[in-house]
């Protein structure tokens, strides 16, 4: 089973521009998650989906980030201008959705976009 | 609010000595669930283990084993026999389920284990 993927893996842009960050979930995962793990820290969640449905985005800086999922499926998480206190890493994980009756909505994690804002 | 703990930031110790990576929780939850979660130098975090607050059993996996205590509200994470590829980064996870019955995490700051051959 393939697990979840993202892209790019690595960027490097210099304050104020726009970046954009993809997540491909594992397949059958309803829920998708963006997080932002910050050097030294653990992860933190930025948005949740179900489907195409945000569930929680109260963490998200709407001011300059947005996400999106519109088929339900793959979701972009962009940062528009960024700052340079948005370097991180942009963690992207998925789970199963519970009311399928499955036993487990753990969540699987991707590799990582890891943001360097010069 | 939610709180994970993890008191130690790193850790290192010779191949084949045992070790135990602290974590202590705060919820007012009744039901909750506790994880446990490897980030290699790779980046990638990978899944250890789910325990749900009904279930206080310890659990062993390999030389991996977890011990959970509701009274101290802790979930200890022991490496027996540590090896160099358990080198990583170890994040204790607390999670309450919400609305809809999708789970929100929320992490402790991570523990850097170093294994040194």
């Known amino acids: 089973e393939a697990g979840v993927a993202q892209s790019p893996r690595y960027k490097i842009i210099e304050k104020r521009q726009s970046v954009a960050f993809w997540c491909n979930p594992i397949s059958g995962h309803a829920t998708l998650y963006w997080y932002q793990q910050i050097l030294g820290q653990g992860p933190k969640l930025l948005i949740q989906?179900?489907?195409?449905?945000?569930?929680?985005d109260s963490q998200l800086p709407k001011d300059r980030f947005s996400a999106e999922r519109l088929k339900g499926v793959d979701s972009t998480l962009k940062i528009q201008p960024a700052k340079l206190e948005d370097s991180a890493v942009y963690l992207c994980?998925?789970?199963?959705?519970?009311?399928?009756?499955?036993?487990?909505?753990?969540?699987?994690f991707g590799p990582g976009t890891r943001l360097t804002v010069l | 609010a939610q709180k994970v703990t993890q008191a130690q930031t790193e850790i290192s110790v010779v191949e084949k000595e045992d070790v135990t990576l602290d974590c202590v929780y705060e919820t007012r939850d009744t039901t909750y669930y506790l994880f446990w979660y490897k980030q290699p130098p790779s980046g990638e975090l990978v899944f250890l283990i789910r325990r749900n607050s009904f279930d206080e059993q310890n659990e062993i996996s390999g030389r991996y084993s977890w011990n959970f205590q509701k009274s101290t509200s802790s979930f200890n994470f022991t490496i027996t026999a540590s090896q160099v590829v358990d080198s990583a980064v170890y994040f204790c996870a607390l999670s309450e389920a919400q609305e809809g019955g999708s789970e929100k995490l929320v992490f402790g700051k991570g523990m850097k284990l170093t294994v040194n051959p």
């Open positions: 994980a998925s789970s199963l959705d519970p009311t399928s009756g499955r036993i487990t909505d753990t969540q699987y």
């Open positions: 989906f179900q489907n195409n449905g945000v569930v929680d």
